[in-house]
Structures are given as C-alpha cells and as structure tokens.
DNA sequence: ACAAAAGTGTTCGGAATACACCCATGT
DNA sequence: ACATGGGTGTATTCCGAACACTTTTGT
C-alpha cells in the first residue's frame, strides 16, 4: 500500500523538533546538532525531522531523538506548534516541537552514529540556530521556568540519586537566581518526595553529603489525592 | 521559486479548531456547531477547519471564529497540537487547537448566517461530540482551570463593566468551588487591577452594587515590573 | 591546622483563612 | 415590612524569608 503523491509548494508539511535539556557541568545545556543538509548547512539546530504517516508527532518526537542522539525514555512534553509560513525556505513546513528533560546518566555522545555531530551549548554560549529554532528555544526555555516551580520536573536531570546542594544548584541554574541552603532543604525533605538513601559521598575533601532519590511512586500516589509540589 | 517534491506517503493536512468558552446565565459555557457535512453530519462538534496556505494556525482559528461565529478580537492562545493517525476518518489530519474567551457583549448568535448553527452548552449537558473533540475539551477546561488562578484571564468573559458578584460567581463556576466573599473582594480590589466606576447597578431589589472596569494598561505595566496577579 | 562543603533552627512579617452583621433598594 | 444581594473588619494560622555557626572529611 505505498501510495505516491506529488504535492506544490503550498501544500504544509508537518515536522517535529526538540528542545532537549540536560544539567552537564554543573550548567543548563541544550543539545544542538549541526546540519549537514540545505539549507543551513553547517549551522547548528535542534534535533527535529518530519512526521511519518503512522506515527503521532509525539512518536515521531522521541523517534527523532533516539535516532539522532540515542536517548529513550525522557520526560518530554509538548511545547508548541510553529506555523509561520515562511519559516522554512524549502516550503510550508509546519513544526510541532516538544522540550525533553535528559537525565546525562543515561545519555553518552557517541562518535560514530548520528549523535556524532551534536553537542551541549549553554543558553548564553549557543550559536545562531537554523530556521525559527532561537525562537523554539526561547518558548522551552520560558517553560521549563514556569514549570519547574510547581512540578517535580527537576528531578529528569539529575542522576537516579543525587545529592541536595546538586539539585539547589540545578534549581539555581534554572531560575537564575541564587536560593537560601536551609530553606530549599526544609522545603524539598518536607515535600516528602525524596528517599534518603544510607548512601553518603566518599572521596570528598569535605564533610559528605548524604544521596537521594526522588520518590516517583510516591509522587503519583499524591498526586491523586490533590497534592501539588510548589518549588 | 515553485518547487514539487515526491513524498512515497500520504502527508498529512493541518486544521485548526476551537475552544470558544463563553460566561452565559451565570454559567460556563462552551460553543458547538452543528456539522452539516459528513463525516459525523449530525452531530456537535468544535468550530474550526483546515489552514490556508498562506495564514499561520493563528490565524486560521482566528478566521473560522469569525466566519462560523462572528466573533473577532478574543483573548486566543494555542491549546495543543493532536496527532493520532485516525483521529480524521477522512485521512490524516493533524489538528492544532486553540482556547478562546468571549465576551457575551460582543456576541450574538445570529439566525441566518453561518453562526445559527452554533450552540452554547454547559460541559454538563455537552452532547457526545465528533471526532476526537471531546478529548480537546478536556484539555481546555484543564488549561482554564490552571490559568485563572494565575492570570487574570477572567475579565476576557465578563462585558466591560461589572459587578464584583459577576466576577465571583465566574470564579466559581470555573474552579467549581465556593469561594469567600470578604476574601475575594480583598484580594481582587488589593491587585490594583479594577477601576471603579461611579456608576451604580439601578432597578435591583437589592442594594445596588458598583461597577468596575478591568484596568488592562495598569495591568501591563505592572506585568513588565515583574508583577504576577494571583488567584 | 586548614580548607571546603554539609548540615541544622529560630525569628519575623505578611498572606491566607474563617467568620457575621448591617445597608440600600424594590416590591 | 420584608426579601435580596451588597458591602465591610478582625483574629488566627500558616508559610516564606532572612540569617550564622558547627560538623566532617581530605590534604
């Protein structure tokens, strides 16, 4: 049942394309790859391609991110639909575009597949981007910002058990602004979302810090009966 | 520049439909249109259609709002973009919603023109709708909900002047809760964000109230010094 | 011993909540 | 005079913000 359609430049196309975070170096990074195509060639853009006809643009999301950086299994969400009709010079090609929290255990950029040509930029250092995608980033950007307050979101970055001051300084790097150590620890341990692992860092030239883990099970379970996390 | 590319499978069309909330006999409402085509001809559905080549989605909701309703100059927001691959029994057609609040004033469902098919409905008394519209209704009560806790998105459906009580049984008929009275008028007053009128409710069997205006300029200025109206 | 980050409590002010009666008008 | 919704103040509780010193480890 392959079909083939010929269409004129009028007709929209749909793509998708991904903001995709992830807390490297202490920093905010976002993944960028560059193009090896016309048009903008050589320019650094987010990871993205088109929709195939069997798959929703959510699977075509984590396809394309799986394909181009090898990551599966992120939180990722939709963000926006971009539907300027000039956007893209080779026609009408309609965006939908997700943001994705990667979580840098899970995740190596490996030479030698696809994932070669990407890199992490900090928002400050990034590049000039193809297409709309500045605009893209700016959208994710103020959306992770919204969201971080009222949703345990930060968690996707971080490594499955971490340590207090690497979340405060994850929440710092988000919101840009520096928080007060006692009261991001009363606040997070009384949100009752963090198991304390017996765990403690070694090798530190400094008092060790104990590990954690976000509680997921627990989390859903509150979220039921009406709990919402604020920061 | 016309260029004509071959693509092995059927691409997908891009349609927009809409979200109209309007606040009619005290009530949240939501507008229907009655389909006079197949498929589904018959049944209630969203008001909305497909994008033209040269307008943004934006722009294409914002055109059918007007052309099946009359309507023009609503507060409009993008919703969210839906993807399942047999949502159209049609073909594939991907479909980017937006929410809109109107504002009874500059409404009128008129008999002879494309909106005398348009219907207001309670969520309640909603019938069973076509396609997957029933789904975007959700996702729009759930995006109304959020969002008038935290923006004072609600003047959107009051006319220009009003009475406190409007604005209260508003509030409550969005979050379906009771609220206090004292402690709404307190907060509501404190924003800073209504203008009172000199005029007075007249021919009431009550003790007439004062009206008030939705003061937007002050809004937008406290908005750009950082300000964020609350509840 | 020193450097470096971990860990810990209390005070203060402002906001959210709960709550009940008098007022102005039309009938 | 009565019914109807308009309009008002206070006490209490809870939460966010500000703030400094001791502990544990490696070097």
């Given at each position: 049942m392959k079909t083939t359609y010929?269409?004129?430049y009028e007709m929209p196309s749909v793509a998708v394309d991904c903001v995709i975070f992830g807390f490297v170096e202490s920093g905010l990074k976002l993944l960028l790859i560059e193009r090896n195509l016309e048009p903008?060639?050589?320019m650094y853009a987010l990871p993205g391609g088109f929709v195939l006809p069997h798959e929703t643009t959510e699977e075509a999301a984590q396809r394309e991110l799986l394909e181009e950086t090898g990551v599966q299994q992120v939180y990722m969400e939709q963000l926006y639909t971009f539907s300027q009709p000039n956007?893209?010079?080779r026609g009408r090609v309609i965006t939908v575009t997700y943001f994705a929290l990667v979580n840098p255990e899970h995740f190596n950029l490996q030479s030698g597949t696809d994932a070669a040509q990407a890199r992490w930029f900090s928002y400050a250092q990034m590049p000039q981007l193809a297409f709309d995608h500045y605009q893209i980033v700016n959208k994710a950007l103020e959306r992770l910002r919204g969201k971080i307050k009222y949703?345990?979101?930060?968690?996707e970055l971080l490594p499955r058990k971490f340590v207090?001051?690497?979340?405060?300084?994850?929440?710092e790097a988000i919101l840009e602004m520096p928080l007060d150590k006692r009261n991001f620890r009363k606040k997070m341990l009384s949100s009752g979302l963090l198991l304390a692992l017996e765990e403690k860092q070694t090798e530190?030239?400094?008092k060790p810090a104990r590990?954690?883990?976000?509680d997921k099970e627990r989390y859903e379970v509150l979220q039921q009966s009406g709990y919402n996390f604020e920061l």
């Open positions: 010929t269409y004129n903008y060639k050589g956007r893209d010079p949703q345990p979101i930060g968690f207090l001051s690497q979340l405060q300084t994850l929440y530190v030239a400094h590990y954690f883990e976000f």
